[in-house]
């Protein structure tokens, strides 16, 4: 296969996926290429993105490769598609972040290191695919352990948890996540700093402040 075909077909995969793709997976759609020259056409197909100033560039993301639209667009995107940028309130984004930070924490530590209850948080941000239960710790009760998931990568434009900043460039993040898939949806969020009215992190705070303990 020649090069520019290769990148004609590494972009069609992309943009049909809307997704992250690893390696792995484009290198068994395309079985006739080796993997090294598909990686290298991607390296080749992102700088090309950015020296031509594009409305799109390539990113690796999330263990895969992905097609976003660039930050500065996101409102024209989000108003095509009328579309409503995740908001991440601060009990969220705490939360979050701790467990970001601490994989496999369990719930009561998190709450030791908050200082309050967050069982209403952690429901909301497993609703919203950022968190899962890895497992179950051996102490009384096996209380369950919790990791953030590739959708946390995903949203912060983050290859692996190696790539996470010092806690305060990930607060920032949270008012810099305009570097969205151009496929399916288009997202942003605002400044972590200010409250949110998004209604469902109100009600994550308002089940925080009210759940019971595990």
Do not use: H, W
């Amino acid at each position: 296969m020649e090069e520019d075909q290769l990148k004609s077909v590494l972009e069609s995969l992309l943009f049909a996926a809307g997704e992250p793709v690893s390696l792995t997976r484009l290198a068994g759609a395309i079985e006739t290429v080796p993997r090294e020259t598909i990686r290298a056409a991607l390296a080749a197909m992102a700088t090309a993105y950015l020296s031509e100033n594009r409305g799109i560039f390539l990113e690796e993301v999330a263990g895969g490769y992905q097609l976003r639209t660039r930050k500065e667009y996101a409102g024209y995107v989000r108003r095509l598609l009328a579309t409503k940028p995740p908001r991440l309130s601060r009990p969220l984004l705490e939360t979050l972040a701790i467990i970001a930070y601490r994989p496999n924490i369990t719930r009561p530590e998190i709450e030791e290191l908050r200082g309050v209850d967050c069982g209403g948080v952690l429901e909301t941000l497993g609703e919203r695919g950022l968190i899962r239960i890895s497992g179950r710790k051996e102490a009384p009760g096996r209380p369950a352990l919790y990791e953030t998931t590739p959708a946390f990568l995903e949203l912060f434009g983050l290859k692996s948890l190696d790539d996470l900043p010092n806690l305060e460039e990930f607060q920032a993040l949270n008012g810099t996540v305009g570097d969205v898939p151009a496929a399916p949806s288009a997202t942003a969020s605002p400044d972590p700093q200010q409250p949110s009215s998004d209604p469902e992190d109100a009600a994550g705070a308002e089940k925080e402040r009210t759940s019971g303990t595990e």
